[in-house]
């Protein structure tokens, strides 16, 4: 036991520097494994969501497109109201 006590007492540094090397590789293995714990739970939530998820968006992105439509066709309607009136005040056949 003295022996040992003796070659750690001389070899402090190299001691110390794998202590070190040690704390430093488990941090990492704890970073990584957070990484991955993080990365299985964005995955899970996905498949959790899926499809009903996706479908609901799409549904809003429909309800956005019919309204615009919507806007557009009262738009045009309006528009050619404008130019019935302007063009029977001239007395501008168009066509």
Known sequence: MTELKTWVRDNSTLVY????QALAIGAAG??????MVK???RVSIMETRGA???VERLAKIDDKITILQQQTEANTQRLERIIDVMT???NINPG
């Not at 704890?30 to 990484?35: C, D, G, K, N, R």
């Open 30 to 35: 704890a970073s990584v494994l957070a990484y």
């Open 17 to 20: 520097f794998l202590i070190a």
């Open 52 to 54: 009903a998820y996706t």
């Open 39 to 41: 990365l299985e739970t």
């Open 88 to 90: 029977k005040k001239l």
